[in-house]
């Protein structure tokens, strides 16, 4: 089935250490997003991608990197310069071209720091 | 870029009609509005979107304002499935942005 998968789905950091969580799509859709969501609050845009090989900044992109060598994976780094990783990241795909194209999910990943 | 705003909170009962607003007063022509719910530890799930026009599908129903500076969105009659955070949001037609809206956490009673 098509769909988004993303892991892991808990992931423990260390102070000081980088940790990347991965989003992976098979349903060939051009744009893919990362969000992080704070317990109880809503999404908020890390970075987001909208072809191969190119990519934006969201609103909280410091601290993170992300890559798009791939049209189906869009990795998100969790850098040491990120002070409080601790969170839920969501990451989306949708086709683009036309803004009223379905928005696709992941089931989410927890990164705590330990 | 453009942004939504919705209540915190909302209550129902079960079996009767929620209505969940959300303003969006600085929308361009081309950013379609989008709704989504999500449960807790869970990525958010489709309920509707729409441009102008109000929208009906088997979940619910989208009223968008004449002017598209708002938007209701009716869920017609609530059970307990229907308790989550509902975020309106929208899609920029030229950079393929989602901006999301603050969510509005539905209780629903039984």
């Known amino acids: 089935d098509g769909g988004i998968t993303q892991s892991p789905k808990y992931l423990f950091r260390k102070e000081g250490q980088n940790v990347t969580l991965s989003c992976e799509q098979n349903?060939?859709?051009?744009?893919m997003y990362w969000y992080r969501q704070d317990p109880g609050q809503g999404l908020r845009l890390i970075y987001y991608s909208q072809i191969v090989n190119d990519f934006q900044k969201g609103d909280i992109a410091e601290g993170y990197s992300v890559s798009r060598e791939k049209k189906e994976s869009f990795p998100l780094t969790v850098t040491s310069a990120q002070k409080n990783p601790t969170a839920f990241y969501l990451c989306?795909?949708?086709?683009?071209?036309?803004?009223?194209?379905?928005?696709?999910f992941g089931e989410g990943s927890w990164l705590t720091v330990v | 870029d453009a942004k939504t705003t919705q209540p915190n909170s909302m209550e129902s009962n079960e079996e009767e009609p929620v209505h969940l607003p959300c303003n969006h007063s600085?929308?361009?022509?081309?950013?379609?509005i989008h709704w989504y719910r999500q449960l807790p530890s869970q990525g958010p799930e489709y309920v509707i979107h729409g441009l102008t026009s109000n929208v009906n599908n088997r979940m619910a129903s989208l009223a968008i304002a004449e002017d598209r500076k708002s938007s209701t969105l009716i869920l017609h009659r609530a059970t307990l499935r229907d308790a989550a955070v509902y975020y309106c949001i929208l899609r920029d037609g030229n950079t393929d942005k989602l901006i999301f809206g603050t969510g509005t956490r539905l209780q629903v009673f039984p």
């Open positions: 989306a795909s949708s086709p683009t071209g036309f803004s009223g194209n379905t928005i696709y």
């Open positions: 349903l060939n859709h051009d744009a």
């Open positions: 600085t929308i361009s022509g081309t950013d379609y």
